[in-house]
Structures are given as C-alpha cells and as structure tokens.
C-alpha cells in the first residue's frame, strides 16, 4: 500500500472522531466514562464499600459529613476494529476499500497502534465476511452493503461504529443494455432481464432507496455512514466526505 | 451445379424466419454484477421492438443458418454433370492354345492386356475370353491359362462380339474382325504328330517347322532303351522290336526348339482291374474254386468275352487267351516232361505230381508245354492253350492245378490287347498337328482412338450436403453447450 508523502502529512493531521464516551484497556489520550487516574473531574458518587478512601471528597465530607467519591474521566487509548467486506461482490472495488482501510489505520494508529497495515494488505476478496465482534472502541465497516444479513450483525455492535458504504461506478449506473443473464458474483443464481433505458433508471432509483434505507437504519442507531464511489479520488474521501460523516476529524 | 427438386430452394426463405426468431429471441448475454438484490426487483419485460434494429450477429446464427442452407440444398438433390466419353465394351479374346505355350508369349500376352487395361481401357468395360478348354469370361487377364490343346477361337470371338464395341484378339494369327495383338515365336518347332504302337512296333510321325535337320529320338521301355537319329528331311521313323511285355513305351525326339509340348509321346499297356475267366462246356467246382479264389479274378458261366476263356471238353468263348480242356480218352504212357514257359512256371518242380495223373494227348499244334512220353499233352498255340488231363483227378487237392491256372491268368493279362497311346508330352494328349506350327505372326496392336460419343457423368450431391447440414447443426449446438 503506497501513499504519496503529502497524504500521508495531511492524515498525520487526522484524527478518528468519537462522539460516545469510549474505553478501551489501555490507558491513553481519550477520556472514557470509566473513571480513572486523570485530573478531569466528572462527578460524585456515594461511597460504596471497596472504593479507594484516596478518592473520598473530604471537602464535602468537612462540610455535610456525608461520604463522597470524586470521580474523574479516565484517559484510555482508542480502540478501532477495521471490518473490510472481502465477499465477492466487493471485487471491482476491493483495491479501493483496501486503500482506504489503510489510511483508516494510519490515522488511528497515531493514536495507539491497534490495525497493524499488514493485515489490511493480506486481505483477499472472495472469502466470507462477518463483522467481528468489538467489545469497546470504534467499529469502522467498509462495505457494499449488499448483504442484508449484515443488519443483523451491525446491530450487535454495542461500540460507536462508522459504515462506510463503497460502491463501483458500474454499480452506481450500470453500464449494461440488451437481453442479459444477470449473474449474481456471490451466489451465482442468475435472472434474465431486458436491460433498456427504463430498466436503468429503475436500477438507479431502487440503488438511491436502497442508500437512504441504510443510511436511515444506521442513523436510526447513531452510526456514522457514508456512502462513496470507488472512483472517488481516495485523497478526498479522507479529507472530506469522511470529515463531513464525523468519522474523521 | 443443378439441382433434380429446385422447388426446395423455396426453403431457404426459412432462413428470413430464423433470422427473424433469433433476432427477436436473441440469447441472453452473461454480465456478472455483484448482486441481484436490485436487479431482481425490476420486472423482466420483452425488448422493445427497437432492440431488434441492433442485431447481434453471433456464431450460432451463422451455423444455424448454414445448416438450414445445406438441408435445403440436400432437399433439392443438387449433382454436377461432368462430360466424358462414353466407355466402350471391350473383348480381349485369349488364344490359349496349346502352341501358345512356345516360348513365353503367354506371360507376354497376360502383361500387355494388363498394361493396355491399365493405360488405356481404364474407363472401358473390358471382359476377357478364352478357352480352356471350355470358352469362358473373365475380368482380369491374369486369371487366363494355356489349353493343352487346340482352341477353335471362333466361338469364343463371335461370343465377344456379341457383347462387346471392340474385339482384341491375343494370338499368333489374325482373324477377321478382331483386332489383333499378335505374338509369334521362333519358326523352330518340330514335333510328334503321329504314334502307334503295336507288341513289335513302334511308329512315329513328325513336322518340322524350322530348317530341316537331324533329330535326335529316344526310344524306352520299361526294360530297354534305343537311341537313334532321324535323318534331316525324314518325317516318319519306326523300330521294330518285342513289346509285347513292355509295360509303357516313350518316344521322345530332342529338337532343341522353343516348344517341347510335342517332343514326347508315350503308350502304356493298359491292364483292367479284374480279369474275366469265362467257363463253357462242363462243369468242375475244382475249376470254379480255383478262378474264384484269385484276386481280382471273376467267373461268369457261358460265352462272354473273356480274358481266360476256357472249354470244357467244349470251345471256349472268346477271350485273350483261349483254353481248350480236353478229358483224356486213354492214359498216355511215358515220363512226363515240362517245358520251360510262363504258362508252366513252378511246375517243373512238381513232375512227380503231375506223372500222377491221367493225360492224353493234344493236337501238335504250336508250343507243346507238357509232353508225356513221345505225346503232347499240353501246347500252346498262338494264344490258344489246349490242355488234355482228367481235371477231377488234378482238382484234388494237388498244388500244380492252381499254380498253373495262376499261370494261365497271368498269362492272360500278359497277352492283353496291345500298347496304348495315353498321353504324348509330359502332361498333354497328343497335340493336334495344327499346333506345331509355333511360329505365328508378331503384330503390335493398334488401338482406335476413343469414339466420339460422350456420357453425361452425373454426381450426386445431396448426400455432402445432407452431411453438412448435420455438421453444421451438431456444430451449433455444441457452441451453446459451451461454458459461458
């Protein structure tokens, strides 16, 4: 994966943008709910048995003769998951996905090196996806979404998580006409379809609703989505659209 | 190139309807996308009748239309006339004579019938006759072979005119109407044309083809041998001698020609398998008995002709060798004496036997073979045997009475009817004296050029074009079962 020295500057200045409260195991620059050992003040609490008499407030403990513990944010390292659809449909834009998962980990690796690029790089379209499973962090889903039965799975994501919606130009207007068997690259089932005019506007009205439906459900469950074109230049996915989806920042 | 059915070229309007139904139901192209969630939603429609402006030409239609093309074709049963001159039944009449055999123009015969059929009659009917000895028909030269005798080529030549354009003729000689392949041999022959033999003579006859000289003869039997030498001119040569026990002779002259067929002659004496004995006047079981146990030896009761006829106090029918038994009036006195002859063979030594019996005396007429006293009682008279002895006496078991009456039948077979010719040469009949003229006439044959009148040659071409049609249809329809 080769990026030019000027991207690569311009994602030094990126940052992956979190709005829930995150936590991770490892001690880092982002301020968690978990209280923690950082001079942030959150809260109080009561006293509950087993809390650190270190953390008692004894100002109010002067004053009211109560037991309170001071809280304060906890700052914890990001953890990001990067899930890169590699099922067959993904093929023509497979290399684009790839490149932009890259530069996904280069920006939050900066923080705390979790997505190690050669991973990314091993990746082989073709062979079954499922989004992993991420306790804590930021989920990152690039995809092409045309698998329904990923709802199902991105609902179980308990963790703020981005879905990055990428699609071919042949996909987004399909550059297909005449009497065709119409192949299906994951399942190989096949329909036969006189491909005219009308038929491509249908596509393309159907693709629109079939976009908005996504990107309502992800809204629907306060999930950043962004849907792009793999013809896209990369430089201003990450510089723009991903910084106007609120996954970078 | 015409077609017998033209009105099924009508069927190649089909191909319009093919076009058309291809046009309108055009095989799908394969696309692959990534899915069909979308795709699927959308309702498959027919194509408008604008997507029929834009035929796509593709390799099914093409076969397709090939196919129905070369069906329609074969329907129409196309051929092509070719014109060629019209074959000429032709003969090629084989003299096989037996004088055919001089030299080796019978193999030169068979060779030029076979080159000439190959280089020129090839797209002739050719049938080939000859005799041998019985006229036939045949396809190839080769299976002809020399007679060993004379061939009468007229029947054979008016049975290949009967049938044929051309009459060739191979021989040594020409004949009328046909036209002739001659192949002569060297003018050297001299032969054997005439043999007879008798029990003291031999005789021969011969013709001389070439320049008169000296021929070399050999005369043999079974037991002799003469060599001597015809004088140059002489045509008939003859030794006398003894034959009447040879049991073959052999003539042969040494002409040093290119033609030995006649050069040999050769008689035998010809001897029946059984031997008759024919038995008249009394009868005497002693006499029957000792015929009938002889081997190859019948007995039959009367006159008939006979090898061994024999006359019991009567005259014996006819035979080769007759015997006359007489019954003995009186008793000869005296010693008895056997004379050496093959009729009394092994009898010497059974004198005392013989002394025994009662003989009486015969007529002194030729050879006598027993005498008795001053009397003959046995002689024999050219091939007449009278015998005077009480045969009942003799029949009763004494061994001289069957060892002469074997003496008697051996004799008989002896003295069988003379030599006979049975064949001349190695294997042939004495050849007929036209034969010996080897010589013959040599002549190349001339061929007429082709006749004028020329055949419509028609080849059939329905059955190509049937064959192209399921090409072409087994073609296309592996093409769709090809993998996309």
């Known amino acids: 994966m080769v990026f030019d020295e000027g991207f690569l500057r311009k994602l030094e200045a990126l940052r992956l943008a979190v709005r829930r409260s995150i936590s991770g195991r490892r001690e880092g620059e982002r301020l968690t709910k978990r209280r923690g050992g950082s001079s942030d003040f959150t809260s109080h609490r009561s006293y509950t048995q087993g809390d650190e008499f270190r953390a008692i407030d004894w100002n109010i403990y002067g004053r009211l003769g109560l037991l309170y513990i001071k809280e304060f944010s906890r700052e914890e390292a990001l953890t990001v998951r990067l899930a890169i659809d590699t099922s067959a449909s993904m093929a023509p834009k497979f290399e684009f996905a790839q490149r932009l998962g890259a530069a996904l980990a280069l920006v939050a690796n900066q923080e705390a090196p979790s997505m190690p690029l050669p991973e990314i790089e091993n990746l082989k379209v073709g062979s079954p996806f499922s989004v992993p499973t991420v306790p804590r962090g930021l989920a990152i889903v690039v995809s092409d979404l045309w698998d329904e ?88 996915v990450v510089q723009v659209y991903l910084r106007e989806a609120g996954v970078l920042e | 190139m015409k077609f017998e059915n033209p009105a099924a070229l009508w069927g190649l309007a089909s191909l319009i309807l093919l076009i058309l139904f291809s046009l309108w139901r055009q095989a799908s192209a394969k696309v692959v996308v990534p899915s069909l969630l979308l795709w699927k939603k959308i309702p498959e429609r027919n194509p408008p009748v604008r997507a029929l402006r834009r ?96 061939v009468d080529l007229a029947p054979l030549i008016a049975a290949a005119r009967a049938n044929s354009d051309l009459v060739i003729l191979y021989s040594d000689h020409e004949v009328e109407g046909t036209l002739p392949a001659l192949f002569g041999a060297p003018a050297d022959n001299a032969g054997i044309v005439a043999f007879s033999v008798s029990d003291d003579e031999a005789f021969i006859r011969i013709v001389n083809h070439g320049a008169p ?48 067929l006649d050069d040999a002659v050769e008689a035998t004496r010809l001897v029946g398998a059984t031997s008759l004995v ?75 036997e013989l002394s025994g019996l009662t003989w009486g005396e015969v007529p002194a007429l030729g050879k006598p073979l027993i005498r008795v006293g001053d009397k003959v009682a046995a002689a024999l008279q050219g091939k007449e045997l009278h015998v005077c002895v009480d045969v009942n006496q003799w029949q009763k078991g004494l061994k001289s009475f069957p060892i002469f009456w074997v003496n008697v039948v051996d004799f008989a077979q002896g003295a069988a009817s003379g030599l006979t010719v049975v064949h001349g040469g190695p294997k042939a009949n004495l050849l007929d004296e036209r034969e010996s003229d080897t010589a013959g006439k040599s002549q190349e044959l001339s061929l007429p050029p082709a006749t004028a009148a020329r055949n419509l040659v028609r080849a059939d071409l329905s059955g190509g074009a049937a064959w192209s049609a399921l090409f072409f249809l087994v073609l296309a329809w592996l093409l769709q079962l090809r993998p996309d």
């Open chain 1, 149 to 236: 039965g990923l709802r199902q799975q991105l609902m179980k994501m308990r963790v703020e998580t981005a879905v990055i919606h990428v699609l071919s130009p042949e996909e987004l207007d399909p550059p297909i006409s005449g009497k065709l068997r119409l192949v299906d690259s994951e399942t190989g089932e096949s329909v036969v379809r006189f491909v005219g005019d009308e038929e491509r506007a249908a596509y393309r009205r159907l693709l629109a609703d079939h976009c908005d439906a996504w990107k309502k459900w992800c809204f629907d469950r306060e999930m950043n989505y962004l849907r792009c074109s793999s013809s896209t230049p990369l430089e201003e």
């Open chain 2, 55 to 150: 035929p796509r030409w593709r390799l099914e239609l093409l076969l397709q239309a090939l196919a129905v093309s070369a069906a329609v074709g074969a329907l129409a049963k196309p051929y092509k006339e070719t014109d060629e001159p019209k074959p000429r039944r032709v003969a090629l009449v084989f003299d096989t004579s037996a004088r055919m055999r001089a030299g080796d123009r019978l193999a030169k015969m068979k060779k030029h019938a076979s080159q000439l059929i190959q280089d020129q009659l090839r797209k002739d009917v050719v049938t080939c006759y000859d005799a041998a000895p019985a006229p036939r028909s045949f396809k190839s030269p080769d299976d002809t072979h020399g007679a060993d005798g004379h």
């Open chain 2, 213 to 260: 000289r000296k021929i070399p003869i050999l005369l043999k039997t079974d037991s002799a041998e003469f060599r001597d030498t015809i004088p140059a001119g002489q045509l008939t040569w003859a030794h006398k001698a003894d034959y009447s026990k040879a049991a073959f002779l052999r003539v042969a002259i040494e002409p040093a020609d290119s033609f030995p």
């Open chain 2, 278 to 352: 024919s038995l008249n006047g009394l009868y005497n079981e002693g006499l029957v008995r000792v015929f009938r146990s002889m081997p190859g030896v019948s007995v039959m009761n009367g006159e008939l002709p006979a090898r061994v006829a024999v006359g019991y106090d009567r005259d014996p029918g006819p035979g080769d060798v007759r015997v006359w038994l007489y019954t003995p009036k009186a008793n000869l006195a005296g010693a008895l004496k056997v004379e050496k002859h093959p009729l009394t063979a092994d009898l010497e030594a059974r004198v005392n």
